[in-house]
């Protein structure tokens, strides 16, 4: 992770526009992984003004979303979902199925962690749905297997074992 975060430091201090913001989100990524959340905040923020600026919704979006899942892990579930419902925007208006649902998923689990396991359900299954509409392969498998494991764990935190078994075998399955 180290010999990462300085490689990415390196090519975000030579790169411009959609590759640096690019960059950023990935930096921002692997300094989330290392628990240093302030510097991977300051990376996503960036990535996100030069997206904006480059009128680029596909990379807004990672960014949002790089955004919501830091605020998600700090416990700050609002901010959380009004990054990742931005993220979701962007996703939908870049025209990428395969964001628009995992940002869906991640939304579901803001939700359950709240407790609040109906509303995360319906994410998943809103994820899913969404899914099945991604044209490529890898990428709707990759969807699916992420909102799979979701509403696994929602099935365990409502004792339907066996439910929460069959979706994470296939989450499994799929990552395989």
Known sequence: ???AIDYFRR??????????AAVLVRLGA???TVGDWDAADAADREALQLAVE???????????????VLDRKRGAYGEALEWMQRAQASSLAAGDLAATSLVVADIGE????????????THYDESLDIAASVGDP??????????????GVVAIWQGDY???????????????
């Open 1 to 3: 992770n180290i010999a």
């Open 11 to 20: 090519a975000a201090a030579i790169d411009t526009g959609a590759t640096r």
């Open 30 to 32: 692997v300094l989330d």
């Open 54 to 68: 480059l009128g680029d919704a596909g990379l807004a979006a990672g960014a949002q979303r790089a955004l919501g």
């Open 110 to 121: 803001v939700y359950r962690l709240q407790g609040r396991y109906a509303e995360a359900r």
């Open 138 to 151: 890898d990428l709707r498998d990759e969807a699916f297997a992420h909102s799979l494991k979701g509403a």
């Open 162 to 176: 066996d439910e929460a078994r069959r979706l994470n075998e296939l989450s499994l399955q799929l990552r395989r």
